[in-house]
């Protein structure tokens, strides 16, 4: 199989598990919000396969799960947040992989999780959802605050699952990781 050809079907697998996680293993955290499990496919897409593939498998995910649930509420600056998130991850998980220090190598990888949730969904999902929605940022800022901590933690959670599938997934497609 051509690797372009690999890598399109790759994709489609990371998006559909990013969608089944999300809609069927929800684990409520808050009054309305539930654990994006969705996030531990984009977290392992990052570190496997780089920026460009957790991007697109954390931006499409959103968009068709968001679909299927409520339709376009929420997917803007939700889909907008995850291209951040997925961009920044993709490119620290790349500069810390091949780290000796295990404890030097977590934390530039948590804080940089705990950056680029801030920025993807604090500050694009919150000012997205301030203009589509015409409410005050902070007000938008405080409705997100629950889907920060969530989403941190799923990912923070999904370091471990990346690191362990890392051997795995570069024997499967050795032609796809960069």
Same mark, same amino acid.
């Given at each position: 199989? %051509?690797?372009?050809?690999?890598?399109?079907?790759?994709?489609?697998?990371?998006?559909?598990?990013? &969608?089944?996680?999300?809609?069927?293993?929800? @684990?409520? &955290?808050?009054?309305?919000?539930?654990?994006?499990?969705?996030?531990?496919?984009?977290?392992?897409?990052?570190?496997?396969?780089? !920026?460009?593939?957790?991007?697109? @498998?954390?931006?499409?995910? @959103?968009?068709?799960?968001?679909? @299927?649930?409520?339709?376009?509420? +929420?997917?803007? +600056?939700?889909?907008?947040?995850? &291209? !951040?998130? +997925?961009?920044?991850?993709?490119?620290?998980? /790349?500069?810390?992989?091949?780290?000796?220090?295990?404890?030097? %190598?977590?934390?530039?990888?948590?804080?940089?999780? &705990?950056?680029?949730? !801030?920025?993807?969904?604090?500050?694009? %999902?919150?000012?997205?959802?301030?203009?589509?929605?015409?409410?005050?940022?902070?007000?938008?800022?405080?409705?997100?605050?629950?889907?920060?901590?969530? =989403?941190?933690?799923?990912?923070?959670?999904?370091?471990?699952?990346?690191? !362990?599938? =890392?051997? /795995?997934?570069? %024997?499967?497609?050795?032609?796809?990781?960069?």
């Amino acid at each position: 199989m %051509k690797a372009s050809t690999q890598r399109i079907a790759v994709l489609a697998v990371g998006i559909a598990l990013f &969608v089944a996680l999300s809609l069927c293993l929800q @684990v409520p &955290v808050f009054e309305n919000y539930y654990l994006c499990l969705g996030y531990a496919v984009m977290a392992v897409y990052c570190w496997a396969f780089g !920026a460009l593939s957790g991007t697109i @498998v954390g931006a499409l995910g @959103v968009v068709l799960y968001c679909l @299927v649930i409520s339709g376009l509420r +929420g997917m803007p +600056g939700w889909a907008l947040g995850n &291209v !951040a998130i +997925g961009v920044i991850l993709g490119l620290v998980f /790349r500069q810390t992989k091949g780290m000796k220090s295990a404890a030097m %190598k977590t934390l530039l990888n948590s804080a940089a999780i &705990v950056a680029s949730v !801030a920025l993807g969904i604090l500050i694009i %999902k919150s000012l997205t959802e301030c203009l589509l929605y015409a409410q005050p940022m902070a007000v938008r800022m405080a409705k997100n605050m629950s889907a920060f901590i969530a =989403d941190t933690v799923m990912l923070l959670v999904s370091l471990p699952i990346c690191m !362990a599938l =890392d051997g /795995r997934i570069r %024997k499967m497609f050795p032609k796809l990781i960069r």
